[in-house]
């Protein structure tokens, strides 16, 4: 690995995960580093949104899902039965394929989780924490003269960066992206993957993509999904240039997915 | 003699179906491209044979009494009272006839039998005529390959026109009669001593004959009618079925919607749908037999007088009939809430009860508010749960343990039995009709806005 500098923040081991009968994920081993951006990719269908929602147990939602082997946070397993999952959510920060503003005013989105995490001891304290998440999520100049408006009057691109700023709002360590700009136009795209650019120094972001070019741009180290089995983890510069397996090779030069 | 020109029509109808495809069919053998399938020319012929004709004896079986009564009556204008010379001629043209029998109806008898013959003739000879024309007219446009599916196709639409027609001249209808019959109660009581009077005692104005009403008699009447114990009785049974159906049927929809198992939903559903399906009769002597007396017998337990027909009984049994339409509706409304933004609450470190209690009920709250609303507007408009269980007297009361009545229960007590359709006591139950009327179709209005403006958020 050429970043060997870089220490390893989430690391998952012989992970599996099962809809029902249907396993969804093969003994999934992988290691993320702090502060970078992984790129998740491979096509539709192929476990890379299940991987990750096992990294802040959102899978707990689904009834018939059943998770099996270890992820670790800084060294700590997060798939025991007394782990708290609203700590650990509060640590592991997600943003959705489709923007989901609560039907709330953009500061109530953004305050939402605060308030819910005991965050802001009085009005003060919670308008710097909505004032900060805002600014580094690059909305506050658009949105500062409108906060009371509801979230869903924003632009699809202004939406997904409140939710972003949402997530930001209680002080995450790891930031997950399921397929942050698949609903957007290239002008938004651009923005949300300067922010995530600019979010990769304090925050480990793992993202989900179907562009092979966004993951080129965004990411340092590249994870390619087939069939719920990792097929290769390499840094983004030798998966795009150099691949090892021939069915990366096909599927980053489009011959198949 | 009608039904079996009915019989021949419809029989009609059907063979022109079967022979109108037939002919379709013998078109295609001959290498002609049809513009439809067969069976739209069956329709077609079917449709052409049978509306003309069905039309036609609908409006001759309306018209005929009336008319053939009409061209009686004339041959007869030194008669005074001409509805019962009419009834006894038929009746004795019947042979059930038991009065004394004068000449004029004999004679009236002959007329009427004369022209009866006449026109049974000429209906059999007219609706004939019209199955003739309209079947030979059909089927030459068949013959020359015309546009059947269209013609099938406008024939249905206006079919559908009508039938929606008629419900809306039905509701036009009984909504005129009862703004004339209100109108008519006004002119009698003085609209406001209606609005704002607090005192209801029309068995005052029990007279038999209103025309012999005179006008000190009329001054007297004019504070019997005073509707507001009946409006304060109504909004007070109403507000306590909601305290009763409103949480319990939040609750139980939120739980169907968030937490039951499909399992659970599949089977409890149902079960409290059933709740709605329950006639509301059996609700009243429910109310009535097991409740009442229960509150009475426990009130007294505890030193407290409490009448067998209570309010809080009626309330209380109108809440539980009332629980499935909030239930089901508000679990429907739950469950439209897109899926992501509970993923969203989740995702930020929410738990359950916190994601519904701060975003899926927000954002299901108007709906959930429409729901709440049409239930209100179900239950001002329940009679027979408060006609058993709630008492007749008009007590402006906030005693939940005391008796108390609905403007439903006494348009009920007003028109139970033989009624003078002129008195203003039997008036005054269309009155307080269209005033539950106007109260409920407010109420329905703002729910349907508020239910209407909550799609269009997610759409």
């Given at each position: 690995m050429e970043l060997n500098n870089s220490k390893i923040k989430i690391q998952a081991k012989n992970l599996n995960v099962y809809y029902g009968k249907k396993q969804?994920?093969?003994?999934i081993n992988l290691d993320i580093n702090q502060k970078e951006v992984t790129a998740l990719i491979g096509?539709?269908?192929?476990?890379k949104s299940t991987f990750i929602r096992c990294i802040n147990r959102m899978?707990?939602?689904?009834?018939i899902c059943k998770v099996e082997g270890s992820v670790e946070i800084d060294g700590a397993?997060?798939?025991?039965?007394?782990?708290?999952v609203v700590t650990l959510r509060e640590k592991v920060g997600m943003v959705f394929q489709k923007p989901n503003p609560f039907p709330k005013s953009i500061y109530d989105n953004i305050a939402y989780g605060p308030i819910i995490h005991g965050a802001a001891e009085n009005k003060d304290q919670m308008d710097n924490i909505v004032e900060t998440s805002l600014k580094k999520a690059a909305l506050w100049d658009e949105v500062k003269d409108r906060?009371?408006?509801?979230?869903?009057?924003?632009s699809g691109g202004q939406q997904q960066r409140l939710c972003i700023a949402r997530a930001l709002s209680v002080n995450p360590e790891v930031i997950l992206m399921d397929?942050?700009?698949?609903?957007?136009d290239p002008i938004a795209t651009a923005k949300i993957e300067e922010l995530i650019d600019d979010l990769k120094k304090s925050y480990t972001i793992v993202i989900v993509t179907h562009s092979m070019a966004q993951a080129v741009r965004v990411s340092q180290k590249t994870g390619f999904f087939h069939l719920g089995k990792i097929i290769e983890v390499d840094s983004t510069d030798k998966i795009f240039k150099?691949?090892?397996?021939k069915m990366t090779q096909d599927y980053i030069t489009g011959r198949f997915g | 003699m009608n039904s079996l020109i009915a019989g021949v029509i419809l029989i009609l109808c059907l063979s022109s179906y079967f022979f109108g495809r037939s002919e379709a069919r013998k078109l295609v053998t001959q290498n002609i491209k049809l513009k439809a399938l067969p069976a739209y020319y069956g329709y077609y012929l079917s449709l052409w044979c049978g509306l003309p004709a069905l039309i036609i004896f609908g409006c001759w079986s309306l018209f005929e009494p009336t008319i053939i009564k009409v061209l009686i009556l004339n041959n007869f204008?030194?008669?005074?009272?001409k509805d019962l010379f009419y009834e006894q001629t038929l009746s004795f043209f019947n042979g059930n006839f038991s009065g004394e029998i004068t000449n004029e109806i004999k004679a009236a008898s002959i007329k009427y039998s004369s022209i009866n013959i006449i026109a049974q003739n000429s209906k059999v000879v007219i609706i004939a005529a019209a199955l003739i024309g309209s079947l030979t007219f059909a089927y030459r446009k068949i013959q020359n390959n015309n546009k059947a599916r269209d013609d099938v196709e406008i024939i249905l639409k206006v079919l559908l026109f009508t039938s929606s027609l008629v419900a809306i001249l039905t509701t036009v209808g009984i909504i005129v009669s009862l703004l004339f019959e209100s109108l008519k109660f006004f002119s009698t009581i003085n609209i406001f001593e209606f609005i704002f009077g607090t005192s209801w005692s029309?068995?005052?104005?029990?007279?038999?004959?209103?025309?012999?009403?005179?006008p000190e008699e009329l001054l007297e009447l004019?504070?019997?009618?005073?509707?507001v114990p009946l409006f304060a009785g109504t909004a007070f049974i109403a507000l306590i079925a909601m305290c009763v159906a409103v949480p319990i049927g939040l609750f139980s929809g939120i739980y169907l919607a968030e937490y039951a198992s499909t399992k659970v939903r599949k089977y409890s559903k149902p079960i409290i749908e059933i709740l709605a399906g329950i006639p509301t009769v059996v609700y009243g002597f429910f109310a009535a037999l097991t409740v009442g007396p229960f509150f009475r017998t426990l009130g007294e337990s505890m030193g407290l007088t409490v009448s067998s027909e209570s309010a809080l009984a009626a309330g209380l049994i109108m809440g539980v009939m009332i629980i499935p339409y909030i239930s089901s509706l508000s679990d429907d409304v739950i469950n439209s809430v897109p899926q992501s933004l509970r993923e969203g609450s989740y995702a930020i470190g929410a738990t359950k009860s916190e994601t519904i209690k701060k975003v899926v009920i927000p954002a299901a709250l108007p709906g959930i508010i429409g729901s709440i609303l049409l239930a209100v507007s179900r239950a001002i408009g329940e009679t027979m749960i408060v006609v058993m269980a709630a008492g007749l007297a008009a007590n402006l009361t906030i005693n939940p343990l005391e008796s108390t009545t609905t403007i439903t229960t006494q348009i009920v007590m007003i028109l139970v039995?033989?009624?003078?359709?002129?008195?203003p006591k039997t008036q005054a139950a269309f009155a307080l009709g269209l005033t539950l009327f106007i109260a409920t179709l407010i109420l329905n209005y703002i729910a349907l806005r508020v239910v209407k403006k909550y799609r269009e958020k997610y759409d």
């Open positions: 969804a994920l093969f003994n096509p539709s269908g192929c476990g899978n707990d939602v689904i009834d397993e997060i798939n025991e039965k007394n782990v708290d906060l009371n408006e509801p979230g869903t009057s924003l397929e942050p700009c698949s609903a957007l150099n691949p090892a397996n | 204008p030194q008669i005074e009272s029309p068995q005052r104005a029990f007279v038999r004959d209103a025309s012999a009403i005179t004019q504070d019997a009618f005073g509707s039995g033989d009624q003078e359709f002129d008195s």
